[in-house]
């Protein structure tokens, strides 16, 4: 019995390197890349902002949802060189001044979180989730938010939050 | 100032948590770090019978490429690589031969200057196998499977398994009402959010210092010293934050071993991380098959209980728990026997998954139970009271507190079960049936050796340092509130430091131990800080304390103050500036009272709501109530997200989580989290937590721990609910829509 999965292209597998522009945080980033970066991996990686999770690199968990020109995206499954131009905000970037952003406050205050990976994805999912304006009772939220998985089952805690910062904005 | 413990305090390291600050094993970085990609066995038995790695080693950044053949020294007995919650056997060994004892088995590790080189050229590793016949089917060794040995492992010695009381079979035959059923959990598998990684970092002088995600800093240290022949102080494992563990990090996995094997060859950094699926290769809840059979008298009091489990582990190791003993700690019956048998499957050893046995095994015994109330025409809460025991039936003695009939009166109470229609498929919402059902919880109150080193300062700061972990517990914050409570100062002038192997020595954090263990070692160590404090203060010309014994004086508000005159007071700063000293450093070790006298238990009543679409099948659990009683609670907002979680995995266990097996190819199908299911956000409705008043004393803080309870009888109360709804018993796990609807 034989195991081999692809064979080989080009002798390191990849086309050369790519450069990307993009903003992150407010700040621009000049990078060349491998060409199989995804955006998960350049932030993690290359900018050393591990707030993004990695909890499945396939597009089921949600932790490392991102902000992308304001819409919330699994920055997993979003190459980094199809994204030169564009704006991406993380779980770093939520504070501003120095100052927690309401969502991230009311996940303290409802304890929306145990082990705390899943919740930059959380965080991020839901300033999006407020922003869109959809949802507007607890069913509606809970569906809308059923991307982003919580293995700790803060499920009933983040609802609380989400509702504590949908008020005040 | 007013206690902090016992209150709602915010996370201490919620700021961390929700700004990305808080940084995992696999966000830990170094120069020149390399990146290592896994190449996983696709055969499930038999041997490697070639291995070709220069397809992989011919792309461009690739490093090396371990594998069996070439592999740096490990050691060669098994002793080396017993942790300390080893169960018997012969420990898995990563990379350290040709034989493949289960799917998805490590066998090479490409390393290379990038993740996507590595991930490529793992790729392209081309291996041979000479195949061997296998079985991962329980129901295929169901009659091969062999009576439980007691563990040789002293740390395990509790898991030895009950002893029989009087003659069961005869109660059985002669018991006026009988129930038998026979009830099936499937393998489960913990899926933390945050993948298994690790990162082993060469320090200039040579030394490691390795980023671990664990349950147990110095569990990994011991081990890697055992394994590598390393001396304690060449390597240091650090785990600040773990993204998850509910018990799979307990025991040292085959990442943190290939990190340090690369590390070793090349004497650079590296840094493993598995991929999902990769993790379904680790440990995992062992499936369970349970027979239970009870007897009963009219009046709804048990004479007999039986309990058969037969329960899965590998063909190396022979993990278990005692599956079959919870019985005898909730209902009274003279007459009881237990079999617990094991199944060894070609898959990699099963290990303790979120109340280990005690989730599984409870569910079989709480739908047993709910299905003798339905043969005696009884409330199922009417039927666990007539059977409801004071004493612990195995050894036959009191609990240190059992506060469960209060968790059955205000649980009740608070989910409103006395209008409970008792006839199955009677209560309607629109197109939905609505059931009810309930259902117990018992888990154990352990308590562990444990030590805690203090420093502090004249500033009235305080650093408390223990080499436990907080798995997302809330650990950092109890210990906090504790050492706040216990040291006199405000909470923000504590500061935590847990997750390093150098510190002050712990056991794995697991079990539910660690509340109960840390916080009464912080007590012990607090009090010898405020001893010396004390000794200083009596030295102070006129010392309002002169002459105040040791156990008349507590710290309050940054000072020493007599218990019986609060008047007389000396503040921490005076007295430091009388001792001409800047820091007082106190490490103290704790050793519980073994109090083999009492049984000490956490216990819970669970209540659950559940809509059923009639025609769909489709299950929503809609209400749970779940009230605790677990002595004392530190935090009451991070003890409720403790309930809250293990309510959340019982919803799963109940309807969602089953790791389906391909047992022509002995492989794992469903290896990744979305065709695994577990619960999400629009699975969870309403969930009440209760926590019951119930002072104890088998520690002085009166602590039991809460990590475990919180799922125990949920499953059970979520499938009573379906049957109540529907007339309809399924007695094997997950309850899906088709089973429902079949
Ligand atoms: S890591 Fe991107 S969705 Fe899971
Ligand atoms: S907080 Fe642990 S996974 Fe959500």
């Given at each position: 019995m034989q195991q081999r999965n692809q064979p080989a292209g080009r002798a390191d597998g990849a086309s050369g390197t790519v450069s990307v522009n993009l903003t992150v945080n407010g700040t621009r980033h000049s990078l060349t890349l491998d060409p199989r970066t995804s955006l998960l991996d350049l932030l993690r990686e290359h900018l050393d902002l591990t707030g993004s999770k990695k909890g499945c690199d396939h597009g089921q968990c949600g932790a490392c949802t991102v902000l992308l020109d304001g819409r919330r995206v699994v920055s997993c499954l979003t190459l980094a060189v199809m994204q030169d131009g564009a704006n991406v905000t993380t779980v770093e970037g939520l504070a501003k001044d120095g100052h927690l952003h309401p969502l991230q406050q009311a996940f303290i205050d409802h304890d929306a979180f145990q082990c705390g990976y899943c919740t930059?994805?959380?965080?991020?999912?839901?300033?999006?989730?407020?922003?869109?304006?959809?949802?507007?009772?607890?069913?509606?939220?809970?569906?809308?938010?059923?991307?982003?998985?919580?293995?700790?089952?803060?499920?009933?805690?983040?609802?609380?939050?989400?509702?504590?910062?949908?008020?005040?904005? | 100032m007013a206690p902090y413990i016992g209150t709602a305090v915010s996370r201490v390291d919620g700021v961390a948590k929700v700004t990305g600050a808080a940084k995992y094993a696999a966000e830990f970085s170094a120069p020149g770090l390399l990146y290592a990609s896994i190449v996983s066995a696709t055969i499930t038995k038999g041997r490697i019978t070639r291995i070709d790695t220069s397809a992989a080693l011919a792309v461009e950044g690739?490093?090396?490429?371990?594998?069996?053949?070439?592999?740096?020294?490990?050691?060669?007995?098994?002793e080396a690589y017993k942790d300390e919650v080893a169960p018997d056997g012969s420990p898995f060994r990563p990379l350290y031969d040709d034989k493949i004892k289960f799917n998805g088995q490590p066998i090479a590790l490409v390393v290379a200057e990038r993740s996507e080189i590595a991930r490529f050229a793992a790729s392209l590793v081309v291996v041979e196998y000479g195949a061997a016949a296998y079985v991962t089917d329980v129901f295929r060794r169901r009659e091969a499977a062999v009576p439980v040995k007691a563990p040789a492992n002293p740390s395990e010695a509790l898991f030895a398994p009950p002893k029989p009381r009087g003659d069961a079979d005869r109660a059985l035959a002669a018991a006026a009402v009988r129930h038998e059923g026979e009830y099936y959990v499937p393998i489960e598998h913990h899926n933390p959010m945050e993948l298994y990684a690790a990162t082993a970092i060469v320090d200039p002088d040579g030394k490691l210092t390795v980023y671990d995600k664990t349950q147990g800093v110095q569990n990994i240290q011991h081990y890697l010293c055992g394994v590598f022949g390393l001396k304690s102080d060449d390597v240091k494992v650090m785990n600040p934050y773990m993204g998850g563990g509910f018990g799979s990090g307990l025991r040292p996995q085959f990442e943190v071993v290939l990190a340090v094997l690369a590390a070793r060859a090349l004497q650079r950094s590296v840094r493993v991380v598995l991929t999902r699926q990769q993790m379904y290769a680790l440990g995992y809840r062992p499936a369970m098959i349970q027979r239970i059979a009870l007897g009963a008298n009219r009046d709804g009091t048990l004479d007999a209980i039986s309990h058969d489990a037969i329960t899965v582990t590998s063909q190396y190791e022979d993990f278990y728990r005692q599956e079959?003993?919870?019985?005898?700690?909730?209902?009274?019956?003279?007459?009881?026997?237990?079999?617990?048998?094991?199944?060894?499957?070609?898959?990699?050893?099963?290990?303790?998954?979120?109340?280990?046995?005690?989730?599984?095994?409870?569910?079989?015994?709480?739908?047993?139970?709910?299905?003798?109330?339905?043969?005696?025409?009884?409330?199922?809460?009417?039927?666990?009271?007539?059977?409801?025991?004071?004493?612990?039936?195995?050894?036959?003695?009191?609990?240190?507190s059992k506060a469960l009939r209060e968790c059955y009166r205000q649980g009740a109470e608070a989910f409103g079960w006395s209008r409970r229609n008792p006839e199955p498929r009677s209560m309607r919402e629109g197109t939905d049936l609505v059931g009810w059902g309930m259902a117990t919880g018992v888990w154990d109150a352990f308590?562990?050796?444990?030590?805690?080193?203090?420093?502090?300062?004249?500033?009235?700061?305080?650093?408390?340092?223990?080499?436990?972990?907080?798995?997302?517990?809330?650990?950092?914050?109890?210990?906090?509130?504790?050492?706040?409570?216990?040291?006199g100062l405000p909470l923000d002038?504590?500061?935590?430091?847990?997750?390093?192997?150098?510190?002050?020595?712990?056991?794995?954090?697991?079990?539910?131990?660690?509340?109960?263990?840390?916080?009464?070692?912080?007590?012990?160590?607090?009090?010898?800080?405020?001893?010396?404090?004390?000794?200083?203060?009596?030295?102070?010309?006129?010392?309002?304390?002169?002459?105040?014994?040791?156990d008349d004086v507590a710290l309050a508000d940054g000072k020493l103050v007599?218990?019986?005159?609060?008047?007389?007071?000396?503040?921490?700063?005076?007295?430091?500036?009388?001792?001409?000293?800047?820091?007082?450093?106190?490490?103290?070790?704790?050793?519980?009272?073994?109090?083999?006298?009492?049984?000490?238990?956490?216990?819970?009543?669970?209540?659950?709501?559940?809509k059923i679409d009639e025609q769909l099948g489709v299950i929503r659990v809609t209400r749970v109530v779940s009230a605790i009683a677990a002595g004392r609670i530190l935090n009451t907002k991070t003890a409720t997200s403790q309930i809250l979680g293990g309510v959340v995995w019982g919803i799963g266990m109940a309807l969602h989580e089953e790791?389906?097996?391909?047992?022509?190819?002995?492989?794992?199908?469903?290896?990744?989290?979305?065709?695994?299911?577990?619960?999400?956000?629009?699975?969870?409705?309403?969930?009440?937590?209760?926590?019951?008043?119930?002072p104890d004393d088998s520690n002085p803080l009166g602590i039991k721990g809460l990590g475990e309870i919180g799922i125990v009888g949920v499953a059970a109360a979520v499938a009573n609910a379906v049957y109540h709804a529907t007339g309809k018993r399924v007695r094997d796990l997950p309850i899906s829509l088709d089973k429902l609807l079949a």
């Open positions: 930059p994805g959380q965080l991020c999912s839901g300033v999006a989730l407020i922003a869109e304006g959809h949802a507007k009772t607890a069913d509606e939220i809970r569906e809308l938010m059923s991307g982003n998985i919580c293995r700790c089952g803060a499920y009933t805690n983040i609802l609380a939050a989400i509702q504590q910062a949908m008020r005040q904005s | 690739v490093l090396t490429v371990l594998t069996h053949e070439n592999r740096p020294r490990m050691a060669d007995k098994d079959t003993a919870w019985s005898g700690l909730l209902y009274t019956s003279a007459n009881a026997k237990y079999a617990h048998r094991l199944a060894h499957l070609d898959l990699a050893t099963s290990c303790d998954m979120r109340a280990p046995s005690a989730a599984t095994a409870v569910y079989a015994l709480e739908a047993a139970m709910d299905e003798l109330a339905v043969a005696l025409k009884l409330d199922p809460l009417e039927l666990r009271l007539r059977c409801y025991s004071d004493r612990d039936q195995h050894e036959d003695r009191p609990y240190s308590q562990a050796p444990i030590t805690v080193r203090i420093v502090l300062t004249a500033n009235g700061h305080a650093e408390v340092a223990c080499a436990t972990s907080d798995i997302g517990t809330g650990t950092y914050t109890i210990m906090a509130q504790v050492a706040a409570d216990m040291l002038n504590i500061s935590i430091k847990l997750g390093d192997s150098s510190l002050p020595q712990s056991p794995v954090e697991g079990g539910s131990w660690i509340a109960a263990s840390v916080s009464n070692g912080i007590a012990t160590t607090a009090a010898r800080i405020r001893n010396e404090l004390l000794r200083l203060a009596k030295q102070m010309p006129g010392s309002p304390l002169a002459d105040v014994g040791s007599s218990k019986r005159d609060s008047s007389r007071a000396v503040s921490i700063a005076d007295a430091m500036r009388q001792g001409a000293v800047e820091r007082i450093e106190q490490e103290e070790t704790t050793n519980p009272a073994q109090d083999e006298k009492r049984a000490h238990n956490t216990h819970s009543a669970i209540f659950a709501e559940v790791t389906q097996i391909d047992h022509t190819f002995g492989r794992i199908v469903n290896a990744n989290i979305a065709e695994y299911h577990v619960p999400v956000h629009a699975d969870i409705h309403d969930i009440k937590v209760i926590f019951v008043d119930e």
